[in-house]
């Protein structure tokens, strides 16, 4: 039985009281797990200090696109939530793209990276909007002559990849991005609740996260990126109407053409989700009250309270971390055999 209910005026309305910090504490360990202290680095990717600095240039490096305007950063902003805060991207020729910006803090806890979980992991993830033609539009090959071409860039890969004949490769170049963005991981003060500070949120978090917890929104955002970490139905019990869901985008259907994954979506991580709308893969919402209220109605089945809402988005809110401090790099310069970026044409 819930012990703890909000009533529709936001005043609480007990059933035997509600938890005290510690006993909301070990039930919310039951779901979610604070961010490890120490890095999650792949296993298949060895992390050192060598190969995070040349992620990082790459990661800012708009060279890295045919164009030479794009590079990551552009849709995941690490000055605006690690993502670009448009409905959907703007890409090569100013094309816009299909689905909303993920943000990339935290990413690393993802079961997988995009919305449909196409990319298995952050080396896989870098490597597609680089060839995407909505987006940075570039080839394998043009990146390595791009970096190959520029000798700080060659001796940044010998370091990052030691005994390798020829270090500057694509997927290199991909496990460097990785290596960067494994260390975007954003300490929140629910990490710090999770960790024993019952003073880390404040009354009103805490009533939020047990309502959370008790209306059955854990069913989908649990773990350490509160979400991220398996897909579900978009319209589990009612189907938002196509403004927000898109009939033309059914979800994870188109990678694994399985007739169940029809509008079937990879769970939002919300980890700083007060800072990255607008929100769901549409990116059509740009309100957090009305994105919970639309959760509530689609995925549980019920009209929330508004005064209900209110304690949700005030935990949500304890989800906000502190970025990693960020020092743009020095990028090295372009050379005489440094490929010509390809002119962008307006889209229509």
Not at 30 to 38: A, H, V
Not at 81 to 100: A, C, F, M, V
Request: glycine content about 8%.
């Amino acid at each position: 039985m819930r012990r703890y209910l909000v009533a529709t005026t936001a005043a609480a309305c007990v059933l035997g009281g509600p938890l005290a910090a510690s006993e909301l504490r070990d039930e919310a360990l039951e779901y979610f797990q604070p961010l490890p202290s120490t890095l999650m680095a792949p296993a298949d990717n060895t992390v050192t200090p060598e190969k995070i600095a040349l992620g990082k240039a790459l990661f800012f490096d708009p060279r890295m696109s045919a164009s030479g305007v794009f590079s990551c950063n552009s849709c995941h902003n690490l000055a605006t939530g690690g993502d670009d805060n448009l409905e959907t991207s703007i890409g090569h020729g100013w094309q816009k793209g299909p689905r909303n910006s993920p943000t990339v803090f935290n990413a690393v806890f993802n079961i997988a990276q995009f919305w449909d979980g196409r990319a298995e992991d952050l080396k896989a993830q870098a490597k597609g909007p680089v060839q995407a033609a909505v987006e940075m539009a570039n080839t394998p090959e043009n990146v390595v002559a791009t970096l190959i071409s520029m000798p700080q860039y060659v001796a940044w890969f010998e370091g990052a990849f030691p005994g390798e004949s020829a270090p500057v490769t694509f997927d290199n170049f991909a496990r460097a991005i990785e290596a960067y963005e494994v260390t975007l991981t954003t300490p929140a003060p629910f990490d710090a609740f999770l960790n024993g500070n019952e003073e880390a949120l404040d009354e009103q978090q805490k009533a939020g996260l047990q309502l959370f917890m008790d209306a059955g929104c854990v069913a989908c955002h649990s773990g350490i990126n509160v979400g991220g970490h398996d897909y579900y139905p978009f319209g589990l019990i009612e189907k938002p109407g196509a403004d927000i869901l898109p009939e033309g985008d059914i979800g994870r259907f188109a990678v694994t053409e399985t007739a169940d994954d029809e509008y079937v979506f990879r769970a939002a991580p919300l980890r700083n989700i007060a800072e990255t709308a607008p929100y769901f893969h549409s990116g059509r919402v740009w309100g957090l009250h009305e994105a919970v209220q639309i959760m509530s109605e689609s995925q549980l089945g019920a009209e929330m309270a508004s005064g209900d809402v209110e304690l949700i988005v005030a935990f949500l809110g304890s989800l906000t971390g502190a970025i990693p401090e960020v020092v743009l790099p020095a990028l090295p310069a372009e050379t005489g055999t440094t490929p010509k970026p390809t002119a962008q044409v307006m889209a229509e």
